[in-house]
């Protein structure tokens, strides 16, 4: 018997608490043995001929699976991830029987939603769980809105933060686990609005680890600035790690450096990179995060170099870059948006530019990934633009929201823009550069630090059509809750503040069309002006964007009155809420082409695709016709066994997003040999397709490709079938 492996590591993280460090323990974690949310055969069982058992997990994790058998000696099982990327690093484990009850635990992890177990004829399997492992952290912040695929996106975008850390932050934990600066920024930004203190250890590990300066240079920029360093210190206050990083931070910036490297990487996302103004902007913040290092850590001797560059790339960007409604440099035949984002960013576009930047590239050019979208997101909530920031967020994660997967991908819709126009089979469906959690929590909701650890911080929402906010930061000096509710005569906002700090709210005059009063825990604080008499409560200021409040530690419940255009937001990607669909463990599946394999990337990994698997529960495994693209005349069925009524069927093939059908007809049958007209026509969807049709009852279900496309082949990569009653 293979014994299980713990891993455990003698990490320890610093934190802080009020004045005080803080050493915690942190380790991988054991979440113990945990019974699969399906298995597609009911157990035990056992088969004459060569079978697969295909388990599935509520959500994408690290797990070792495990099965318990009665076998003679000498036969081979087999198991692994139903993730297919995980070939790419994790062979496939296998054990061979003893005879008799036995088990067996895989002794490596591997991560995904499911596991294959691929069983021997005439062996029957009693049982089958896995193991759960992962980081020893505790996911501690959450966000709730009114729009739910917000609350969708903030869930996946944490689960894949979550299964993107390890011994050190991985850009993904399938195909890769490489330590990335640029995709470590990100992580490390989420675990502060995601994950309990326990997470800062590999937070410090990045900030703390040696910088290589021919591993992607332009990833370093991300990350000593704003962005990766002094974002940690501000949530840490850790300034030990500031003096460790600050002399070889300088020489990186000083002296290593080198403008117009060709490979230096910002981003992948679609062509047209400015990379000339994207290095730019980001050397000039990792100046001016230099200048606010060399304050903390006494280096004040560096201040006037610091400066003098500065003051060399402001006194020179726009006669280089500025074309009149935007910048752009001679490197690209259009404006990009991620270096007109970074510009604003940066401070290096004035405000006076800002209204022709949004025009003319913001909403009008999506080159950007999912990585680099962030600082678009941020550029335009720093403009004010916030509607339209999440508008666009939502836009470019539409296939990532309904889909059935619980974390984010590596490619928005899967498509490979850069270099190669197509879909790309072999990234990730986990990748951990996707910020959504930190942009909804931080820049949306508002809650930021002002200074190290949270002594001062900020409350100051951009809550747009979002007509309530819940969310919870678990800052180092203790959880800030905040609670956001409008309607049309009022604003409330409740706040728990913890101890040793003090937090500035900001009340924004944008989501009033007329404000005549705020009150504080039912006292009047603002009536056209401060008014005086709360304790505990300091007048913050009033700008163009809010009317602010300086508080001491507590509970504070404020109410703004007045009248408020509320807005819904009317194009919500909510995932339709069905009932359970019918049971198809006994189902049988055929095809025109009913059984296949093929071979992944140039990695050549052998992909079952036959079509018994879209219907095994699995959305990492499908059917693909990979012989020819798609062609009318085409067929993908099931026999039911018996007579079923149903009258709505999703075709799930988000795996091979771009190999939905071109066209289809669904026809159904009593006995596999007449077929009915039509029950339905139309065309896929991208990833996931929906198809209502009045009550059937019959046995078998066909569907048949009448379209063509000369680029995709088809795929279900699962087939559920639902009857669904209509409430009166």
Avoid at 183 to 212: I, M, W
Avoid at 390 to 408: D, G, Q
Avoid at 432 to 445: E, F, R, V
Avoid at 529 to 555: C, H, I
Wanted: net charge negative.
């Amino acid at each position: 018997m293979v014994k299980h492996l713990l891993l455990l590591s003698t990490l320890s993280i610093f934190s802080l608490l009020g004045n005080e460090h803080v050493i915690q323990p942190a380790s991988i974690k054991d979440y113990g043995q945990k019974e699969y949310l399906r298995v597609s055969k009911d157990l035990p069982h056992s088969e004459s001929v060569p079978w697969r058992l295909v388990c599935t997990i509520p959500y994408n994790c690290h797990f070792q699976p495990w099965i318990e058998v009665d076998a003679v000696e000498g036969k081979e099982i087999c198991f692994n991830s139903s993730n297919p990327l995980v070939l790419f690093l994790t062979p496939t484990e296998t054990f061979t029987t003893r005879g008799g009850v036995q088990a067996v635990e895989a002794k490596d992890w591997v991560s995904g939603e499911g596991a294959i177990y691929t069983i021997p004829a005439g062996v029957t399997v009693r049982a089958v769980k896995y193991r759960e492992t992962g980081y020893d952290t505790r996911f501690a912040g959450s966000f709730e809105s009114s729009d739910n695929d917000f609350n969708v996106l903030w869930k996946k975008a944490a689960r894949t933060a979550y299964i993107c850390m390890r011994e050190h932050f991985y850009d993904c934990p399938d195909r890769e686990r490489v330590g990335f600066w640029g995709d470590g920024t990100p992580e490390l930004n989420q675990c502060f609005y995601v994950f309990d203190a326990k997470s800062h250890k590999l937070c410090r590990d990045l900030v703390l680890r040696k910088l290589e300066p021919k591993f992607y240079p332009g990833q370093h920029l991300e990350f000593l600035g704003d962005y990766g360093l002094w974002f940690y210190y501000l949530q840490t206050g850790d300034v030990d790690s500031m003096r460790q990083i600050y002399e070889p931070t300088k020489k990186f910036l000083f002296e290593t450096y080198q403008f117009g490297n060709p490979k230096t990487w910002f981003d992948w996302g679609k062509e047209n990179k400015d990379t000339a103004i994207i290095e730019t902007c980001f050397y000039f913040n990792c100046l001016g995060t230099l200048k606010k290092i060399a304050e903390i850590t006494g280096n004040q001797r560096d201040i006037d170099e610091i400066d003098l560059k500065m003051k060399a790339i402001q006194s020179s960007f726009d006669d280089k870059y500025w074309k009149g409604g935007f910048y752009k440099s001679h490197q690209v035949p259009e404006p990009d948006d991620r270096a007109n984002a970074m510009a604003v960013n940066v401070g290096l576009a004035e405000p006076s530019k800002w209204p022709l930047i949004y025009e003319n590239v913001l909403t009008k050019k999506t080159y950007a990934s999912c990585f680099f979208d962030r600082w678009v997101s941020e550029a335009l909530c720093k403009m004010g633009k916030q509607e339209y920031a999440l508008v666009r967020m939502r836009e470019r994660y539409k296939t990532m929201i309904p889909c059935s997967f619980t974390t984010l991908w590596e490619h928005y819709d899967r498509w490979w823009a850069s270099r190669i126009d197509a879909f790309d089979d072999g990234s990730s469906l986990n990748h951990g550069w996707n910020p959504p959690a930190l942009l909804l929590s931080q820049t949306i909701a508002g809650v930021s630090p002002n200074t190290a650890a949270w002594s001062t911080y900020h409350v100051l929402p951009k809550e747009a059509f979002l007509n309530s906010i819940r969310v919870v930061v678990p800052s180092i000096k203790g959880d800030i809750k905040v609670d956001i509710n409008k309607t049309p005569s009022f604003y409330r906002l409740k706040l728990v503040s913890p101890e040793h700090t003090i937090a500035t709210v900001g009340i924004p005059k944008k989501s009033f069309s007329v404000l005549r009063e705020i009150k504080v825990n039912n006292t009047t604080i603002w009536k056209g002006a401060f008014v005086e008499g709360v304790t505990g409560v300091t007048w913050g200021g009033e700008d163009d964007e809010y009317v602010k409040f300086n508080l001491q530690p507590g509970t504070w419940e404020f109410l703004g009155e007045g009248e408020l255009p509320i807005t819904t937001n009317k194009d919500s990607l909510e995932p339709q809420v069905l009932t359970k669909s019918l049971d198809k463990k006994s189902w049988k599946a055929s095809a025109s082409v009913e059984t296949g394999k093929y071979f992944m990337t140039d990695a050549k990994l052998p992909i079952n695709v036959s079509a018994e698997n879209a219907i095994d529960g699995d959305h990492w495994t499908g059917w693909r016709d990979m012989t020819l693209k798609q062609y009318p005349g085409q067929w993908f069925q099931v026999d039911m066994h018996k007579e079923q009524e149903f009258n709505m069927l999703v075709i799930d093939n988000t795996w091979a997003q771009w190999d939905s059908p071109n066209a289809y007809s669904i026809t159904v049958s009593q006995d596999g040999v007449t077929w009915s007209t039509p029950i339905a026509t139309g065309g896929g969807g991208a990833g996931m397709t929906n198809i209502r049709f009045p009550m059937q009852r019959a046995r078998y279900l066909r569907i048949t490709q009448t379209g063509i496309s000369t680029k995709y082949h088809w795929s279900i990569y699962e087939l559920d079938v639902y009857r669904i009653v209509e409430e009166h």
